[in-house]
């Protein structure tokens, strides 16, 4: 009868304690999640009203810029951006080395990327890592800090893109 008590509470606190870490990592994911939407999303809408009628060129690191201003709390080393227009080649990078000519492309031979009435879209990719995987055997340690890339085996990338229509 002595030590009851602490078996008991040992079978009981070990899945509730498992199930409390597993509730704040879903709404830590959650929150990534929605930061990383609603940060392409206002890059989108950064770009969409700087189009050919805007006396100063909108350039790819003016774009990265409005990213990761509206992302308080994403990491610009670890989110990639994805630029796409109509008639230019997609550019990948990370936030923080964007760099590049005007986005969107235009007033040069025949692209109209920037020109009211084309679309555009910007995607970007958020390397999610839970602190759960140390609890998993042979997992190793949950969280890194070192950037991490979303095409690498084993990381799950959280993604999120906008698209939009140039209006000025």
Known sequence: ????????????GIPL???????????????IYHTLAYAVK???RFAVARGQNNPTPT??????KAVVQAGAGLLPEDLT???????????????DKCTGGTWPPGDNAG?????????????????????????????????????LICQGAGTL????????VMQF
Request: proline residues 6%; contains cysteine; charged residues 10%.
């Open 157 to 164: 990338c959280l993604p999120a893109s906008s698209q939009d």
């Open 81 to 95: 951006l994805t630029f796409h227009s109509a008639s230019a080649a997609d550019l990948t990078s990370t936030a």
């Open 17 to 31: 304690v498992f199930i409390l870490i597993s509730t704040i990592e879903m709404a830590r994911g959650m929150w």
């Open 42 to 44: 206002e890059g989108t």
């Open 111 to 147: 692209v109209i990327d920037n020109q009211p009435g084309q679309t555009i879209s910007i995607k970007g990719l958020y390397p999610f890592v839970s602190a759960i995987s140390m609890f998993w055997p042979g997992a190793g340690p949950g969280m890194t800090f070192q950037p």
């Open 59 to 64: 350039k790819y690191s003016d774009v990265c």
């Open 1 to 12: 009868m002595r030590g009851n008590a602490t078996i008991e509470f040992t079978l009981v």
